[in-house]
């Protein structure tokens, strides 16, 4: 039975899930634990991301011969790999042009909101792209930051929105203060949970007292829960500025738009990312939709609510 907290199954049927490389370090470095990891996960050298996957592409460089996997060198997870570089310079690119918007409302906040959204994207590419050992340091310690920064960009996601609302003077130290701070405060809180669940540090915010249950109820609530209510809070709030605030109807397409981007991108990623998994024998498996980390909007998702933003302030 299927409890709050619980990645086992997540890990199993969804292909590239991040957080799972924690939990493959959990189980790798304790040997009455080891003969858990069976199938794809067996060999740590090669295995894909997540704990026995019905489908994972194995990690670059090893060989690969077996169901739905075609045979030869795999190349990791390429599909990945190429939209996260393509991504790196789209934001790249609006964070140049965010400097430029001299009289927009919050233009200090939405440009280090780019600039989060763009350091999750290396960390994507590097822990979901299959280049790294499972169960190894390296792939812990990148997991670890990734999960920081996905729950750092949500406050900063969240606090974007309050302050479209004016009833924080922008670009100021009421703004910037709380911003920052809280900012901190998530990465550093999510960060050393991850660590935790990952090392087995301790017991109180890590893994669960019985590993093989895979359960964590702290990161399961800061990177699913908080996400998905920052995210819900963000579009609420925006509603509320353009259609009541400003009375304005042009914007709020933009803003339904990237919220069904981002639904559409989460549905097909676990509904249908194990079936594209074994059709493209093991080349995709639509962890490319969901970025960052598979719980914030899609790049392109994303994209459309900073359409939004910009048509928003072209209205006023």
């Not at 729950?151 to 922008?170: G, P, R, S, V, Y």
Request: neutral net charge; hydrophobic residues 50%; aromatic residues 10%.
């Amino acid at each position: 039975m299927t409890r709050f907290g619980d990645f086992a199954p997540l890990c199993t049927n969804t292909p590239s899930y991040t957080w799972c490389n924690l939990f493959y370090r959990q189980l790798s470095s304790d040997s009455s634990l080891k003969s858990i990891l069976t199938g794809l996960s067996a060999d740590a050298n090669s295995a894909p991301v997540g704990i026995n996957p019905v489908c994972g592409i194995a990690k670059a460089g090893t060989t690969i011969d077996g169901p739905h996997q075609g045979t030869g060198k795999s190349l990791g997870n390429i599909a990945n790999i190429v939209v996260c570089a393509v991504s790196m310079l789209v934001i790249l690119g609006l964070i140049v042009a965010s400097q430029k918007r001299k009289a927009a409302v919050g233009r200090v906040e939405l440009r280090n909101l780019l600039i989060l959204y763009f350091l999750t994207l290396p960390f994507q590419l590097l822990t979901t792209g299959s280049f790294l050992a499972q169960g190894s340091t390296a792939l812990v310690a990148l997991t670890a930051i990734h999960a920081g920064l996905v729950a750092a960009f949500f406050w900063a996601l969240l606090m974007n929105a309050l302050i479209a609302t004016q009833k924080i003077e922008d670009g100021t130290p009421a703004a910037l203060v709380p911003y920052l701070l809280f900012c901190a405060a998530f990465f550093a809180g999510t960060t050393y949970i991850a660590f935790d669940v990952g090392l087995g540090i301790t017991t109180a915010l890590g893994p669960s007292n019985d590993p093989r249950e895979l359960r964590s109820i702290p990161l399961f609530v800061l990177t699913s829960i908080w996400p998905a209510v920052a995210a819900i809070l963000y579009f609420g709030i925006m509603t509320y500025i353009v259609l009541a605030v400003l009375n304005e109807t042009r914007p709020m397409w933009y803003y339904i738009l990237s919220a069904g981007l981002f639904v559409l991108s989460q549905l097909a990623w676990f509904l249908l990312g194990k079936v594209i998994c074994e059709v493209s024998n093991i080349l995709l498996d639509f962890s490319i939709l969901p970025l960052p980390a598979h719980t914030t909007h899609s790049t392109p998702g994303y994209l459309t609510a900073v359409t939004a933003r910009s048509s928003l302030e072209t209205g006023k």
